[in-house]
């Protein structure tokens, strides 16, 4: 991973020549596993015409990832078919799956770890609500509180899982010589965009004029840049990659042409706080998004209030898709904004809601929820 950075922070980026890139799409295979775990289900696209009068388009749908196969974020979906691949691959039993999560992801990790009869040690970084934690910890995964942010808990999984016996790595973002599981674990949020096609198919709508995607390390806009950028002859929509303004790893990499690590703050939108963009995902993003913005935490909170009023629940981090979509259309330089994202007056817009309320309660209510309290999670090594 490269050393911290700390560029001048900017607030937008934008390029013209994203939508030429052509990518390889992920494997149908991918879509037939999902559809074969009990209780799979598409989880709802939901339109909501208040948004679309209050942004001046077509039609706006909401991706609500609040419930998916039983687990209130889309992380599953990657988690699980990696671990398949990890299985079918692994002779030892059983396995011990390790990682390192801003909550959503180890959570997806410890659920297919103990459906699946194996073992899962989950390593959690600062700013991690302990309630998020001890979900983790309730899929009977061992828990490991770190004293540092969450590229210091990727470390620190990568290291155990390399000194341990029978574990493997589960991690969701990739960096050299650790890019295989990372990739498998794209290959699994192909589904949610496979079933926004269909979704949008049987509500008459056009392929969308814009996708809002919420990133961390990039592995979901990969994903997106993978599926939408591989369908030569079909119209392909903007991509705007919305990040906290306290962890705006892809934005400033954007901004200076190459992968940056930048030093984080404290967010509500926990998941989303990471430092070092995955470097599989990166030339996709480089390359394949039309572009990134940042938003405050108040941002994200009006967001996420206004999707509720509107009944869909969402977190912080799935509410930062609309949070960033206001902000690309507001304020000082909105008409050129709007102008690089080419949006049509009856564009279809669709704002994927990586999580529900339940993924990632607020810090705010950290104090009656202490982690050191539970005897299921320890301090870091």
């Not at 209030?305 to 509410?319: H, I, M, N, W």
Request: charged letters at 20%; aromatic letters at 4%; hydrophobic letters at 45%.
């Amino acid at each position: 991973m490269s050393e911290p950075s700390s560029p001048r922070p900017l607030s937008w980026y934008a390029r013209t020549a994203a939508r030429t890139l052509r990518s390889v799409p992920a494997p149908s295979a991918v879509r037939a596993f999902h559809a074969s775990l009990p209780g799979y289900a598409p989880t709802p696209l939901t339109e909501l015409p208040d948004l679309a009068a209050e942004l001046g388009v077509g039609r706006v749908f909401v991706k609500d990832e609040s419930s998916r196969l039983g687990l209130p974020a889309f992380k599953t979906l990657g988690a699980s078919w990696a671990i398949h691949r990890v299985l079918e691959e692994t002779s030892a039993r059983p396995v011990t799956l390790v990682t390192a999560t801003d909550g959503n992801h180890g959570r997806a990790v410890a659920r297919t770890a103990r459906l699946l009869g194996q073992r899962a040690h989950v390593f959690v970084p600062q700013g991690v609500h302990p309630a998020a934690a001890a979900a983790i910890a309730a899929e009977d995964a061992q828990v490991t509180q770190v004293d540092g942010p969450y590229d210091e808990a990727v470390c620190q999984a990568a290291d155990l899982a390399a000194s341990a016996p029978d574990s493997v790595l589960v991690q969701d973002t990739a960096w050299e010589g650790y890019e295989r599981i990372p990739g498998w674990i794209v290959e699994g949020y192909s589904t949610l965009f496979a079933e926004i096609d269909a979704q949008l198919a049987a509500a008459d709508a056009e392929s969308p004029g814009l996708l809002a995607v919420p990133v961390g390390v990039g592995s979901l806009a990969q994903a997106a840049v993978a599926h939408y950028r591989s369908r030569p002859g079909a119209r392909s929509p903007a991509l705007l990659a919305v990040e906290p303004d306290a962890a705006a790893c892809v934005l400033q990499s954007l901004v200076h042409g190459s992968p940056l690590s930048v030093d984080t703050g404290v967010t509500a939108m926990a998941g989303l706080n990471c430092g070092t963009p995955s470097s599989i995902a990166w030339p996709l993003l480089r390359d394949g998004l039309d572009a990134a913005i940042a938003v405050t935490d108040a941002d994200s909170a009006r967001a996420a209030q206004d999707l509720a009023a509107l009944g869909v629940g969402s977190g912080p981090c799935g509410a930062a898709s609309l949070a960033g979509v206001r902000a690309a259309h507001t304020g000082d330089g909105a008409d050129g904004r709007r102008r690089a994202l080419a949006l049509a007056p009856d564009a279809a817009l669709v704002l994927l809601s990586t999580e529900g309320t339940d993924a990632n309660p607020h810090l705010a209510d950290a104090a009656s929820h202490r982690a050191d309290a539970d005897p299921r999670i320890r301090k870091g090594l």
